[in-house]
């Protein structure tokens, strides 16, 4: 699958040393790689459908300082989609009320047949671009039926509804930033770890330093953070997933299909 990661602080602080840990990584995670950093209240993203190692483009990024309050980054190892750009994460799209919202995914949809309805409409192929859109779409539909712009608990309220849904059958550890809240999920065992310092808050699909104090982030919640505390914590759902044979055989068999396409 793919590796996620987040940064989250009160103050802007250099984090090149744990993104460089992290992009290393990549050689399991061979199908791009993605950084968004938040500047002036904006995300600015920049993604390759290439190893992240074999990057020029990132080594050239991580040359200068690499300092934020919100980063996120990413790489990918294709479960859904083809090897293009559209299709390497973080993704992001406004809302009606003109509110950007950039998620990435480390996992794969088996079973949501309501993300169907997305796939003549993103600019990709892959499962998690279909759940930002989805997202997008409940969102809207709140916000018209409350005639305002929601607060930022009726969102963790909402987004705490669809991943509920979406978990279910389906490996879903997700990181979203709505602008304000950073969410944070895990429903498989040993798939996400977080440390809490004075430096803020880091997420990571596996521990980047060698520091005791890295844990495993709870299962089956959401958590709301800012400024790198826990705000909102949700009810733990009951939808842990369990990597099964007949998982891995349907990635197995979609990996098969990308070399062809490779070698043909």
Known sequence: MCEIFCFN?????????????????????????????????????????????????????????????????????????????????????????????????????????????????????????????YIIDQINDFEQQKSAPSTIKERFNLLTEIVSKLSKNNKLNLMIHDGDLTYIHSNMKESLYYLKNEEGFLVASTPLSDDENWMQVELNKLFGLIDGNIIFESEQHNNEFILTEEHEKIMEDFLKTLEQDVNS
């Open 9 to 133: 602080s009160n103050t802007p602080k250099q984090i090149n040393e744990c993104l460089e840990c992290f992009y290393n990584h990549s050689e399991e995670h061979p199908h791009g790689w993605g950084l968004a950093t938040m500047q002036s209240d904006e995300f600015v993203i920049t993604k390759e459908p290439i190893k992240a190692t074999c990057s020029q483009h990132l080594k050239n990024i991580l040359s200068n300082p690499i300092i934020g309050k919100n980063v996120f980054a990413h790489i990918r190892l294709a479960t859904v989609g083809e090897i293009i750009s559209p299709n390497c994460h973080p993704f992001i799209e406004a809302d009606d009320n003109n509110r950007s919202w950039m998620l990435i995914h480390n996992g794969t949809i088996f079973d949501y047949p309501e993300l169907d309805q997305y796939k003549d409409s993103e600019n990709g192929d892959t499962d998690s671009e279909r759940i930002l859109l």
